[in-house]
């Protein structure tokens, strides 16, 4: 336990929360398949970064999870990884239809980033990926909606445009990740991010991930996230 704590110490990272998982120093902790491992190998990545160390544990753990950290430091793969696993874990992957996987980002240029950094860990697995953000027509996009996805990769407003025109439904989301929560809430994405919520089964696992934490997002993490555990590296802004 006392190498745990100074382990923590020596990477900047901070936990609150029950039961927090332990942090991992390598890959292979993580107990991740050779596929996975053969796709964080081919981006060069060798070890995971202090937010991943911790998060994605806690992650994988099932457990909610408030992640802040600054920019650049790796908080995509952080919610990513455990991802893929969450999907590849559920028994009714084959039935059912809508995303598993609910990804929300302030803006266009931040989904398609995430976007394309998802496909390329979901791909082998023959995860469907989709981009619901701007730069596609409303049609094109209920249409590929339609054909089926595991995870969606989307901006508040045309996630809420997607569903209002059933392209697809949300009883198999079990997996939410709000990412850059502060800037979603200086959008004035809020009243979007608890409609989405909303609609959510209360049973899933929800991580929130932003760079400050101003007192609105706290607000709004209590109220939907549950027993998260939170996890800062280096120094927290509000
Ligand atoms: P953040 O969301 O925290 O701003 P990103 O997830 O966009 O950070 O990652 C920043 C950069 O670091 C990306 O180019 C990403 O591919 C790279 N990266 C992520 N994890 C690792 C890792 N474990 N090792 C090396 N590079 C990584
Ligand atoms: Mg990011």
Do not use: W
């Not at 990513?80 to 039935?95: F, G, S």
């Not at 598993?100 to 697995?125: D, M, V």
């Not at 995870?151 to 392209?167: E, F, N, Q, S, Y």
């Not at 989301?173 to 004035?188: H, K, N, Q, S």
């Amino acid at each position: 336990e006392e190498e745990v704590i100074s382990y923590r110490q020596s990477l900047s990272i901070n936990v609150s929360g029950f039961d927090v998982p332990r942090p991992v120093k390598t890959f292979q902790d993580l107990g991740f398949d050779g596929m996975l491992m053969g796709t964080i190998a081919k981006q060069g990545y060798e070890n995971p970064t202090p937010i991943q160390c911790q998060a994605v544990p806690i992650a994988l753990s099932g457990r909610d999870l408030i992640g802040i950290a600054k920019t650049g430091s790796g908080k995509t793969a952080a919610f990513v990884l455990p991802m893929i696993v969450h999907i590849m874990d559920q028994a009714e992957l084959a039935k059912g239809e809508g995303p598993i996987g609910i990804i929300c980002s302030p803006t266009r240029e931040l989904a398609q980033q995430i976007f394309n950094e998802t496909k390329k860990f979901a791909k082998a697995y023959g995860i469907r990926v989709s981009g619901v953000y701007g730069g596609m027509s409303k049609f094109e996009q209920f249409k590929e909606l339609k054909a089926g996805c595991e995870i969606v990769v989307a901006t508040p407003g045309r996630l809420i445009d997607m569903i209002k025109m059933k392209a697809f439904t949300m009883f198999r989301g079990t997996y939410l990740v709000l990412d850059e929560a502060d800037r979603m809430f200086d959008l004035g994405f809020e009243p979007q991010i608890r409609s989405i919520v909303g609609q959510l089964r209360p049973d899933r696992q929800t991580l929130l991930f932003s760079a400050t934490m101003p007192r609105r997002v706290e607000r709004l993490a209590r109220e939907i996230l549950s027993d998260p555990i939170r996890v800062t590296v280096g120094e927290v802004g509000r």
